[in-house]
């Protein structure tokens, strides 16, 4: 038998993984994936990008590169974050490949096997997945409409021993509950870790993808707020706001943090594409982002609206859901006790796909909950969908 080290044997391919080879038979229409519409990616644009460099930018692009990004990138990027309030000057920025890759690095900085980690219930199976493969042991922490349950929290932190080594949360358009912490429940995480010696991760790849321009105060990130006696980790990525192809995204850290994370990324990748940063440089550099990100929102709104429109027509009364305001997803709430494996299993045969609840629950268990995205299918697509899935959930329910 191949003696696989301890650290992988557990890990399993995850339903979502699974569920992504039956998303891409013809003819299924798939409220699974957590992709960016393939219509909508700048293709003109980043032909011309291309097109408009220079051979020596060419040969850079082909080229390895720094380990923690190459500087025009890094300069590009840090003026787009500062412009969002971030504390640039005041920590160290990396490029990674992919934020996932920014949420394995930071894993592997901090967490010894059996390490009590805290993150919500609901969490980003990513993350959920990275953290497993470090053998984390995880603390649970429920969401609500406004983010993380703060008595819970509080409890958690004083039951929890040895004391959790960070706290991993996602502060906007939530993958895959689809809330905006508000900014209450920010200042309340913010003083409870306080001095304690628990770094917060923030993971933050949907802030962009806004519905409702009102609502880009409120979500503030907790490294902007700059607090006070927190290591802050923030990451983000260009997969929603250009394309996932390009494997990019980035990290802020305070300096102490930093210089261990690129020590690791060295060992994992040496460098990031050089060929998708010059073109993600060029991107922000020029200001293609700004209407290209006023376009896309324009378009995830609509679909987001049809599918909130979809819901409340056709959905049972038994199934309820927060509206969301922007990003990719809904996140259906069932009877409780539901099991949503069952609807899933009726919904493929009428072809339809989603994603189950249990695949986002840290322990794999809680299943009256189903994520449905809207990101990748166009209005049409989702009226003609939303209904196969009600009929499904009315069959189990
Ligand atoms: C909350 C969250 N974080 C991180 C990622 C990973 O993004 P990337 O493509 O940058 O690795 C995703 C992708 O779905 C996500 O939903």
């Not at 992504?20 to 038979?25: D, F, K, Q």
């Not at 069932?334 to 009428?350: F, N, R, V, Y």
């Not at 796909?353 to 322990?363: A, E, L």
């Not at 299943?367 to 166009?378: H, L």
Request: proline share 6%; with cysteine; net charge negative.
């Amino acid at each position: 038998m191949t003696r696989f080290a301890s650290s992988v044997s557990n890990l399993r391919s995850s339903e979502i993984r699974d569920l992504m080879s039956l998303a891409t038979a013809p003819n299924i229409i798939s409220f699974a994936g957590g992709m960016p519409g393939n219509e909508l990616f700048p293709l003109e644009t980043l032909d011309k990008i291309y097109h408009s460099l220079t051979e020596k930018e060419k040969q850079l692009a082909m080229q390895y590169g720094p380990t923690n990004g190459l500087p025009a990138l890094l300069e590009s990027l840090s003026e787009y974050l500062e412009a969002k309030g971030l504390p640039v000057k005041k920590n160290r920025l990396m490029i990674t490949t992919g934020s996932l890759q920014g949420i394995h690095i930071l894993a592997k900085a901090f967490i010894d096997p059996g390490d009590p980690v805290l993150v919500e219930t609901p969490s980003f199976i990513g993350a959920l997945s990275a953290f497993r493969a470090y053998d984390a042991q995880f603390v649970t922490v429920p969401l609500k409409g406004d983010g993380m349950d703060i008595q819970k929290l509080k409890e958690k932190l004083e039951t929890t021993r040895p004391k959790p080594k960070f706290l991993y949360y996602v502060p906007n358009f939530h993958n895959p509950a689809g809330i905006i912490y508000s900014e209450e429940v920010k200042r309340q995480i913010i003083e409870l870790l306080k001095d304690q010696d628990i770094p917060i991760i923030e993971d933050d790849v949907y802030s962009d993808l806004y519905f409702y321009e009102e609502d880009v105060p409120k979500m503030q990130l907790i490294k902007a707020m700059d607090p006070e006696g927190i290591d802050v980790c923030y990451s983000g990525s260009f997969s929603k706001i250009l394309g996932p192809g390009l494997r990019l995204g980035w990290m802020l850290v305070p300096e102490h943090i930093y210089k261990k994370c690129e020590l690791i990324k060295q060992s994992i990748d040496a460098c990031s594409p050089s060929i998708s940063q010059v073109i993600a440089d060029k991107f922000l550099r020029e200001d293609y982002i700004s209407d290209y990100l006023t376009t896309t929102r324009k378009e995830y709104k609509k679909r987001g609206l049809a599918m909130i429109e979809a819901l409340e027509k056709y959905l049972p009364e038994c199934v309820s859901f927060e509206k969301p305001r922007g990003g990719f997803y809904t996140w259906l709430k069932l009877p409780e006790g539901t099991d949503s494996t069952l609807i899933l299993k009726k919904a493929i045969e009428k072809g339809v796909v989603f994603v189950t609840g249990k695949t986002f629950d840290p322990d794999g268990v809680k299943n009256d909950y189903m994520r449905v995205s809207f990101c990748n299918t166009d209005v049409e697509t989702i009226q003609k969908g939303i209904p196969i899935i009600a009929e499904a959930i009315r069959e189990v329910c």
